[in-house]
């Protein structure tokens, strides 16, 4: 480089070449300043005089913007120098980012030339008396659209807000993710609901062998233009742009439209995701035909959250976006038609393809097989209102029942061809091509055996029986300790209408459970009241009876009691009895030494909880129906000795909470097999048991503030015992932690931890310290 002049150039690296090699060289320019607003910048070089066969290489910026403001420098340039480029906005606007080969906020930005580069600058507009716009310091991510217009490129433009918990709106450079789909209503045919149709579909190839590699099917999916199609309007609000423009054929302005996204924020170490849904018309006419028969938070009363495909995909409304009569699974071959396959997955292994030996699978991303043959609902599956609640369309399993809708849970019901019948179906009583006529015989309500109405077959015995009139237990005024030391209740028993049950011996059963209270329950004792010698049926007319146990309780323990009722009735349905047991078991305290006040166990689930899943509690033999009664028994000393065969010891304990957190682990204990055995020495076991939801949230079942460490005070500790000998001691901490976390190496730390039987888990895991169950236990957003 010896005799070349170069100027306005600063010290840099500078690449040239030379008989197509390329050559470095440092080199020592002259400085080039420019005025005090701008930070010093490389202009590009003047070069002259350099030998023959010497090309300086050159590359280009260009520069673009979003708001008002410019760029400097842009242009020429040697390659190989680093320039810094200058964002300089217009009066009442501030600058907010790069975009492009630029990225981040710093400004001046330093900018390598190893290429020619393309960059822009987004100014936003400042917010009142020429403050900029807030920047979002929160986690946090709810989005809004605003409008969704379709210009005449028929490429959708949706305008949305999206905010942190502080409401502060955020930029396009604080949001991961953004996709949409676009979607029209199709007019529904004779019988049929309404559903979504995507704009936008692509081909799902099969990678595995059934059906063969390569194998092909449609599904809806988003918009490919992703973050890409996003500008920022620099005023608190965002545009998507959209890729794919409508098909001018199915284009019918006419129609409702629904816009649904899947945005992502990524902040502090956690992901938030939104599903933003807007319904419209292009034609500017108002909204009059929608699809809105579940709810989401109808679903998430078992699941807590839903939360699929990665954990962007939460809401119901944008799920029937994708799951719609366009999309198949290729790997399986089964629709991914929500009417179809949301009831197939429910019924899981009752479905009548399942009984006859055909799993139901769907694959999916990255070829992963997901079976739902072992899902087990919850409650009664007839009870349709357990999804069908709460929406504006709710009612249409009642009003338009379908061939899609009926047919997912009954899969093996041939409504087709009754000549191609296929090997293990069972024929509808004629064809049926589409959905017309399906009300005219299925009618809403209606009593008739023939042809039966949805709601004759959508409820439970229970629900049909004019002979289950529902069954009241209620105590009247506290116990009474006799003078020789037994006790006395007195209490009603009433029809569901309020009516006295005036003969006890239309029951099947009555019973009375005395339970001790010392922090846990320690012992009890179940009575037969029903015809027992104690039984006062003075007041029988009126409902009202009394009653005195034989068991009398201990004085001197400074001890707390309580009483529980059960009872149960039977009732006949076609042709087949059912027992039905109380609205609840009632349950009374009281204490027998003097200056003692009676104390409630403590109160740690809620059980509306329990019955958002389970509808409704009917365990031995439907008698026992409330979680308060439920632990009189379930205490911490109680184990299933008594049912279990000689070869099967040593016993479970039956403890509620080391029960019910192992039943609801159920297929993710390391315990295998877990099995307790109940009435008739029936076992029982858990290792199957799906948790529809995520066990961390332990407020899916407990009340707020009752899980964190330390527990209350005065809890027992767990016993198992065999044959009056002490098998194995558990801490009352441990019991309830290891129940879930049940792996060698956990209950390993556990033991550990407790020496002696003594917790000092709380020094770890208490409310505040470093491992504070409370906040481990905490859901990612």
């Not at 242009?75 to 606007?93: L, Y």
């Not at 007319?541 to 529980?564: R, S």
Request: proline share 6%; hydrophobic share 35%; aromatic share 8%.
């Amino acid at each position: 480089m010896q005799g070349c002049k170069l100027f306005r150039a600063v010290g840099v690296q500078l690449i040239w070449k030379s008989n197509k090699q390329e050559r470095e060289g440092a080199m020592n320019f002259k400085c080039w300043g420019v005025t005090a607003s701008v930070v010093l910048v490389v202009m590009a070089a003047l070069v002259t005089g350099c030998p023959p066969g010497f090309v300086l290489e050159t590359v280009t910026v260009t520069a673009t913007v979003q708001g008002q403001g410019i760029v400097v420098p842009t242009g020429g340039f040697v390659k190989g120098i680093t320039i810094f480029a200058v964002a300089i906005p217009d009066a009442g606007w501030t600058f907010d980012h790069w975009e492009g080969d630029l990225t981040g906020s710093a400004n001046p930005a330093a900018l390598l030339l190893n290429g020619d580069k393309a960059i822009k600058a987004v100014f936003v507009e400042q917010g009142g008396e020429g403050e900029p716009l807030p920047v979002s310091k929160d986690p946090g991510l709810t989005v809004e659209i605003q409008s969704v217009t379709i210009p005449a490129d028929l490429r959708a433009e949706v305008k949305f807000v999206a905010k942190d918990e502080k409401n502060v709106a955020l930029r396009k450079s604080d949001l991961a993710s953004v996709r949409f789909m676009i979607n029209y209503l199709e007019t529904p045919a004779q019988g049929s609901t309404a559903r979504y149709i995507s704009y936008i579909t692509r081909n799902d190839t099969t990678l595995g062998t059934n059906p063969p590699p390569g194998a092909s099917k449609i599904q809806a999916t988003t918009d490919g233009a992703g973050n890409n199609g996003v500008t920022d309007n620099g005023d608190g609000t965002l545009t998507y742009k959209f890729q794919t423009a409508l098909p001018a054929s199915k284009y019918a302005q006419n129609l409702t439209h629904c816009v649904g996204g899947q945005i992502s924020r990524s902040f502090g170490g956690l992901t938030y995701y939104a599903n933003p849904i807007f319904n419209f018309r292009p034609d500017g006419q108002p909204v009059t035909a929608t699809r809105d028969i579940v709810k989401t938070e109808v679903c998430n009363a078992c699941h807590t959250r839903l939360a699929f495909h990665g954990g962007g995909r939460r809401e119901i409304e944008y799920c029937i976006l994708c799951h719609t009569t366009q999309s198949t699974d290729a790997g399986s071959g089964n629709t991914l038609d929500m009417a179809t396959m949301i009831h197939k997955i429910h019924r899981g292994e009752n479905l009548p393809s399942v009984e006859g030996g055909t799993p139901y699978q769907i694959v999916g991303f990255g070829n992963t097989v997901h079976d739902y043959s072992e899902v087990v609902f919850p409650q009664d599956i007839r009870n349709c209102a357990a999804c069908h609640k709460d929406a504006s369309q709710s009612d249409v399993y009642l009003t338009k029942p379908t061939l899609e809708g009926c047919g997912g849970c009954h899969d093996r019901t041939w409504f087709g061809n009754q000549a191609e019948t296929p090997a293990g179906y069972e024929n509808h009583p004629f064809p049926q091509a589409n959905n017309a006529a399906c009300a005219g015989c299925h009618p809403a309500t209606g009593n008739s055996d023939f042809i039966p109405s949805m709601n004759r077959v959508h409820r439970t015995p229970e629900q049909k029986s004019p002979d289950a009139v529902g069954l009241k237990l209620a105590f009247e005024g506290a116990p009474v300790l006799n003078e020789d030391g037994t006790v006395t209740i007195s209490f009603t028993v009433q029809k569901g209408d309020g009516s006295p049950v005036t003969d006890l011996s239309t029951l099947n059963s009555l019973s009375g459970t005395l339970a001790s209270l010392m922090g846990d329950y320690q012992s009890y004792v179940t009575e037969t009241i029903r015809n027992a010698a104690g039984l006062d049926a003075t007041n029988a007319a009126t409902g009202q009876y009394k009653y005195t146990f034989t068991k009398k309780p201990d004085q001197g323990l400074n001890a707390t009691y309580a009483i529980g009722l059960e009872g149960r009735w039977s009732y006949t349905w076609d042709g087949t009895t059912y027992r039905q047991g109380p609205e609840a078991n009632p349950v009374v305290y009281f204490t027998v030494d003097s200056g003692v006040t009676p104390v409630m166990r403590r109160e740690v689930v809620d059980e509306a909880q329990c019955l958002a899943c389970h509808n409704k509690f009917a365990l031995h033999g439907g008698q026992r129906v409330s979680v308060e009664y439920c632990v009189l028994c379930h205490n911490p000393n109680k184990t299933d000795e008594a049912r279990r065969p000689a070869e099967q010891m040593p016993p479970e304990t039956v403890n509620f909470k080391d029960m019910i957190h192992k039943i609801h682990t159920g297929e993710e204990l390391n315990q295998t097999p877990y099995t307790v055995y109940g009435f008739g020495n029936t076992p029982h076991n858990y290792n199957h048991v799906l948790f529809p939801s995520d066990r961390r949230n332990c407020e899916i079942c407990h009340l707020p503030g009752t899980y964190g460490l330390p527990l209350a005070a005065g809890l027992a500790p767990t016993r198992i015992t065999q044959g009056g000998v002490l098998l194995e001691t558990i801490s009352p901490t441990t019991a309830a932690c290891t129940s879930c976390h049940d792996s060698p190496a956990s209950i390993a730390h556990s033991t550990l931890m407790a020496p002696g039987g003594v917790d000092t888990c709380v020094f770890c895991h208490g409310v505040g310290a470093e491992a504070d169950i409370t906040v481990t236990h905490q859901m990612a957003p």
